[in-house]
């Protein structure tokens, strides 16, 4: 190893570099860039893995595998413009497997109710326990995919292309079910969150 990959602070580095760039350090074998980036991205993994599957054992080990495999293969790794959409990605697909293999049912059935659900990224710190108690109400009625495409959309922020693709949707199917939650709780939601979903779809589409 170089020296260029000894450094003091490293967290203050990685963090100014671009995905590609921090990705391709990975590829080369700094072993510091590789812990940064489970540092940085840790707890939107078991965030998201969670609501994939409440087995907390099984997130865990699933996020563990993901990098293990990246670290021993990452001499054939390919580049990418989006460690966080590589990363979510993958870990759909471990726990995907791991499900297929008879692992207990769930996917999903908690999306709505962990600490910071999507309701608490699309509201924000301004709105209140009362509005998020409210949305979150009216989000449990969404069927599992919905809330999936809302999550990954306005709580990961992924672009519409990532989070098609790792939904397994067209471009256009997942705009169509994106369509579909946001009319969804406009319809059963007060005007606050008529306006606020609006203003969303401003943003996001």
Request: no cysteine; glycine share 4%.
């Amino acid at each position: 190893m170089t020296s260029s990959n000894k450094i003091l602070n490293p967290g203050e580095s990685y963090a100014s570099l671009p995905d590609k760039a921090l990705w391709s350090k990975l590829i080369e074998g700094d072993k510091d860039a590789l812990a940064f980036i489970y540092r940085s991205y840790f707890t939107s993994l078991f965030k998201y893995g969670m609501k994939l599957n409440p087995d907390e054992s099984l997130v865990k080990d699933s996020i563990h595998d993901i990098f293990v495999s990246i670290w021993l293969s990452r001499e054939r790794l390919s580049l990418t413009d989006s460690i966080k959409y590589y990363l979510l990605a993958s870990l759909k697909r471990k726990i995907s497997a791991q499900l297929q293999k008879g692992q207990p049912d769930g996917l999903l059935e908690h999306l709505s109710g962990s600490e910071h659900s999507p309701e608490d990224a699309l509201i924000g710190e301004q709105s209140g326990l009362e509005l998020r108690a409210k949305l979150a109400k009216v989000m449990d009625q969404l069927p599992p995919r919905q809330k999936e495409i809302l999550h990954l959309r306005f709580y990961e922020g992924l672009d519409p292309r990532q989070t098609a693709a790792i939904m397994d949707l067209s471009i256009n199917s997942a705009y169509v079910l994106l369509s579909k939650a946001l009319n969804y709780l406009k319809k059963h939601s007060d005007q606050i969150m008529i306006s606020l979903f609006l203003l969303l779809e401003v943003i996001h589409y």
